[in-house]
């Protein structure tokens, strides 16, 4: 691999133009400022052995940066974008993975797999850890893959009611797993501030608020839109 930098000319030069457009010969601007691996169709940039086909490196103190910058500021449709796109319904996902060598990761992105849910999941890939999914209706899952409501938090999809009866709730849907602990504690810390308004329809079968035992489904107090 021949390297040529910023003192070369002439007909130095004119040999560089002519190796980029040869087949075999790799290519090495100013000591791996840019590199083409001819035989791996890769390109590196900080690097003379790109593992991936665009690898860029930083052997020295200081921060890499790779930067996407629109200097318009007349016209609010020219953006800075980075687009990540798939090939199609049933090709792969499209997603980024952030992570420390040697150290934990987390991919972000849309799971092809997966009814094109957007995630974030721990791992190198979509769909093995999801610990935040927001599916194609809107609906939210934290520590759930498969949300059943607007916010589902935790893996339960329904509740059972009258000690037999399963139903699936709907709205804000919260799991707590937490032995010997309040399950949820809602404060306003402002001394003159309210605490909480639940508001339901007025008929005698609207539950404005129902607490059930757990093992047995058993109501243990109830206030419907009726008043009783």
Do not use: C, W
């Not at 030069?13 to 090495?28: G, L, M, Y």
């Not at 690898?55 to 687009?83: C, F, P």
């Not at 009258?162 to 402002?190: C, L, Q």
């Amino acid at each position: 691999m021949a390297n040529y930098d910023s003192t070369h000319t002439g007909a130095t030069i004119d040999s560089a133009v002519s190796q980029v457009t040869d087949s075999t010969t790799d290519f090495n601007v100013d000591s791996n400022t840019l590199v083409v691996d001819k035989s791996a169709n890769s390109v590196g940039i900080g690097t003379d052995s790109p593992s991936q086909q665009l690898d860029i490196k930083q052997s020295v103190v200081g921060n890499l940066t790779a930067r996407v910058y629109n200097e318009s500021n007349s016209n609010l449709t020219d953006h800075a974008r980075i687009l990540i796109t798939s090939g199609g319904t049933s090709g792969g996902d499209a997603f980024l993975n952030i992570g420390i060598s040697s150290g934990d990761a987390y991919s972000v992105g849309v799971d092809n797999d997966d009814s094109d849910k957007f995630k974030i999941s721990k791992g190198s890939a979509l769909g093995t850890d999801d610990r935040f999914v927001i599916d194609t209706s809107g609906n939210v899952g934290i520590g759930n893959a498969a949300p059943t409501a607007l916010l589902t938090v935790g893996a339960i999809t329904t509740l059972v009611t009258d000690g037999t009866t399963a139903v699936t709730p709907e709205g804000v849907n919260v799991h707590i797993t937490e032995a010997s602990k309040y399950a949820m504690g809602i404060k306003n810390a402002d001394a003159s501030g309210d605490g909480l308004i639940i508001q339901a329809g007025d008929a005698s079968d609207d539950y404005a608020l129902r607490v059930e035992n757990y093992d047995s489904g058993n109501d243990l107090f109830v206030i419907t839109g009726g008043g009783s």
